[in-house]
């Protein structure tokens, strides 16, 4: 799995698979690209035959709205062009007491799952 800055950032809270708290992510450091970065097909961007627009209560779109168009799966929901930079084989020091305390670095192949400001690694205490 490859990872960018935008999953991995500082200030997320690091912990281990038996839910042990090892500190916020206090750096991260690219490392050499891996692999091709990760493409959507052009099949997975077709939009509903049926708009939520019509279906909500006070229907704005003829108003003026656009931001049921611009929310599409075809427009990729109104996501910035561009892809931020890829981590690659990097890795992430983590620490506490804001990286004065316990700090280690950990290679991004030790991540498990990334989940809103959590990463949590694939490894035991």
């Given amino acids: 799995m490859s990872f960018n800055r935008r999953d991995i950032r500082p200030?997320?809270?690091?912990?281990?698979?038996?839910?042990?708290?090892?500190?916020?992510?206090?750096?991260?450091?690219?490392?050499?690209?891996?692999?091709?970065?990760?493409?959507?097909?052009?099949?997975?961007?077709?939009?509903?035959?049926?708009?939520?627009?019509?279906?909500?209560?006070?229907?704005?779109?003829?108003?003026?709205?656009?931001?049921?168009?611009?929310?599409?799966?075809?427009?990729r929901y109104a996501t910035r062009a561009g892809t931020p930079a890829a981590l690659g084989s990097g890795a992430f020091k983590v620490g506490t007491w804001w990286g004065l305390r316990e700090r280690r670095t950990i290679p991004l192949e030790e991540v498990q799952t990334v989940s809103l400001e959590r990463v949590v690694l694939r490894w035991k205490v």
């Fill in 11 to 75: 200030g997320m809270d690091v912990y281990t698979l038996d839910n042990h708290y090892l500190g916020t992510v206090l750096e991260v450091i690219a490392g050499p690209a891996q692999a091709a970065p990760e493409q959507v097909a052009a099949s997975s961007l077709q939009s509903s035959l049926v708009s939520g627009e019509t279906l909500g209560p006070a229907p704005t779109q003829s108003l003026g709205n656009s931001g049921p168009t611009a929310q599409s799966a075809a427009a």
